[in-house]
């Protein structure tokens, strides 16, 4: 879905993607499931929440009002550019973060150039377990966490039910997609992309 929607080099969504982007941040969800056929762009659009979510521009809430979304200029926006921000991880296969330029963790990298291991197609656990980890460290810059899930297809029955124990019940929000349910956690947050189950 990736080659068909491009945010340019500042983040920004093409119009369409960044009133989507509006109207969920407006909602009081903590986790969003953005689910779609492929080629939508979710996964910018996923990228782009995160990005707000986790903005440290002061005239945010005025961005958003107007469309603009996150700042791009801010030191929380500079890092996610980088793909190096602290508050922000992504899950993801590993043929995924190699294509959309993620880096991997060390041990994985070292793995994968050693020729012991390929790099996975399938969400590891592994790495599910880290996420869980993550959720329950303190914000490195104070505005949050966010986990990128995606394609949220791509979590087994285990690694969902690994992420969801770290979960807190819903507040009242919850969004959920047969037969993966996500529950809302009231921190950190999350977005989750999935493919509709056909
Ligand atoms: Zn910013």
Redesign the pocket.
């Known amino acids: 879905m990736s080659e068909a929607v491009v945010a340019d080099s500042q983040g920004e969504l093409p119009h369409w993607l960044a009133a989507q982007r509006n109207q969920l941040l407006a909602s009081p969800a903590h986790a969003l499931l953005l689910h779609g056929a492929s080629g939508l762009g979710q996964y910018e659009l996923a990228l782009s929440i995160a ?2 979510w ?4 002061a005239d ?1 809430p005025e961005r958003l009002a107007t469309g603009e979304g ?9 890092q ?1 550019r980088a793909r190096s921000h602290t508050d922000l991880l992504v899950l993801m296969p590993e043929t995924v973060m190699l294509a959309l330029g993620w880096p991997l963790s060390e041990k994985a990298q070292s793995d994968i150039d050693g020729k012991k291991r390929k790099p996975s197609k399938d969400i590891r656990i592994d790495d599910v377990r880290e996420a869980v980890a993550f959720a329950e460290l303190t914000s490195g810059r104070g505005r949050g966490k966010a986990i990128l899930v995606y394609p949220a297809e791509q979590l087994n029955l285990a690694s969902a039910n690994a992420l969801l124990k770290t979960l807190e019940e819903p507040q009242g929000a919850c969004a959920s997609c047969s037969p993966l349910k996500l529950r809302i956690s009231s921190c950190p947050q999350f977005v989750a992309v999935a493919k509709p189950l056909l």
């Open positions: 990005q707000s986790l903005c440290e521009a945010l996150a700042c791009g200029q801010c030191a929380s926006c500079q996610i």
